[in-house]
């Protein structure tokens, strides 16, 4: 089948595995009825294209105003490979479909289970996985974390005196899926997902309330001051969850970088420009951390 692989940045060829981060076009999308139709962005490869850059450019920091960008760091940004895939005439078939729309969210989601042998057709590992589908009713965005692979070597650190890993290798990549036309910080908020881990600490969306704790929240009342202790550094709270409110909620959030505009994990669309939105202090040392680690297998 026609393809075009566009390998965007080389990233650490020194390395035997660079960190990777993928942008796939969906081939074929798995519609809320549960029928498969050929995904619009087949049709779409300059959209596709200019889709794949905005993303870049947002994960990386470059956009006008932009504040979060520790992407664009010397020791992580020129080190990641960047690639894209684009691949028509595939067969309408469920193995060929990396995305489905839900009607609960009004999201496209990734098919996680389908990304690794789409990859490994192509020879590709990747870290972290985008699929960009042209979905003409669903266009949330949403993501899977990162499953670990264990069985292989890591970088020690402690969370609340427990040890944990930075572990080097995915069992199963970080995956998303997202709209075409998606914008704003969304990027960079489901790399946030994606590149965190379901075995040593997951970025969970700090915009609900949630009922069970995950790396950037905490459950309970009163709220508790060090958040968390990181690699020894205590890490405050966020008491007032910037001027959004907790309202009722029993969970609470890591102290803010910027104390005046929500956290990039946080409902960052009540902004006027929600470019000015960062990771909450916690959540952007563990997320460096973690690609640092990832950097130096």
Not at 53 to 63: E, K, P, S, T
Not at 153 to 171: A, K, N
Not at 213 to 221: K, L
Not at 228 to 240: L, V
């Amino acid at each position: 089948m026609p393809v075009d692989i566009q390998i965007l940045q080389s990233g650490d060829s020194s390395r035997p595995r660079p960190y990777s981060i993928l942008f796939a076009a969906n081939p074929v999308l798995k519609q809320a009825s549960g029928a498969l139709i050929i995904d619009p962005v087949m049709t779409q490869q300059a959209a596709f294209n200019t889709c794949v850059r905005y993303a870049i450019d947002c994960l990386f920091g470059r956009l006008p105003a932009q504040a979060e960008n520790f992407l664009a760091d010397p020791a992580i940004g020129p080190r990641i490979r960047l690639i894209s895939v684009f691949e028509t005439g595939l067969p309408v078939s469920d193995p060929n479909s990396l995305v489905e729309e839900r009607v609960f969210g009004g999201l496209v989601a990734p098919r996680r289970g389908r990304y690794a042998p789409y990859l490994a057709r192509h020879g590709i590992l990747a870290d972290v996985a985008y699929a960009i589908s042209a979905s003409d009713d669903f266009r949330r965005a949403s993501a899977y974390g990162t499953t670990d692979d264990t069985g292989r070597p890591g970088t020690p650190f402690r969370l609340d005196g427990q040890s944990l890993m930075h572990w080097h290798f995915p069992d199963i990549s970080g995956t998303v899926a997202m709209h075409l036309t998606a914008r704003s910080l969304t990027p960079a908020h489901e790399f946030g997902h994606a590149a965190s881990s379901y075995n040593s600490g997951f970025v969970t969306d700090l915009y609900i309330p949630n009922t069970s704790p995950n790396f950037n929240v905490r459950i309970g009342r009163p709220i508790v001051n060090p958040f968390a202790t990181y690699n020894g550094t205590p890490f405050a709270p966020d008491p007032t969850r910037d001027g959004l409110g907790y309202g009722a909620w029993n969970s609470y959030h890591p102290a803010l970088v910027n104390a005046t505009v929500p956290a990039l994990m946080d409902n960052y669309t009540t902004q006027v420009n929600p470019l000015v939105c960062r990771h909450d202090t916690i959540t952007r040392a563990f997320l460096r951390d973690r690609l640092i680690a990832k950097l130096g297998r």
